[in-house]
Nanobody, 117 residues
Framework: QVQLVESGGGLVQAGGSLRLSCAASGRIFSIITMGWYRQAPGKQRELVATITGGGTTNYADSVKGRFTISRDNANALITVYLQMNSLKPEDTAVYYC?????????WGQGTQVTVSS
């Protein structure tokens, strides 16, 4: 079993910054890809950014140059961060952390990010 705990969401004005954190514990492996996804009201969940165990990153075009994903692998805990800068109203969504990259992946409970114009 893998447990994911997300934090860091909130309300911010356009142009502002937020940092999301996701702590993974349980039966975790540092080689596993983790990522952030988001779902806005009335829209499908979409990829924001992923990071492999080795640190290779991938970003959605809409966030390139503004968001940075990183991870900290410890013995019993993996923490993945999403630094979000120059936030736009269209970044408003529930942001979900994901452990794994297949249909067996584990999802976090989500954290709300609201960007006001």
């Amino acid at each position: 079993q893998v447990q994911l705990v997300e934090s860091g969401g909130g309300l911010v004005q356009a142009g502002g910054s937020l940092r999301l954190s996701c702590a993974a514990s349980g039966r975790i492996f540092s080689i596993i890809t983790m990522g952030w996804y988001r779902q806005a009201p009335g829209k499908q969940r979409e990829l924001v950014a992923t990071i492999t165990g080795g640190g290779t990153t991938n970003y959605a075009d809409s966030v390139k140059g503004r968001f940075t994903i990183s991870r900290d692998n410890a013995n019993a805990l993996i923490t993945v961060y999403l630094q979000m800068n120059s936030l736009k109203p269209e970044d408003t969504a529930v942001y979900y952390c994901r452990y794994g990259s297949t249909s067996l992946a584990t999802w976090g409970q989500g954290t709300q990010v609201t960007v006001s114009s």
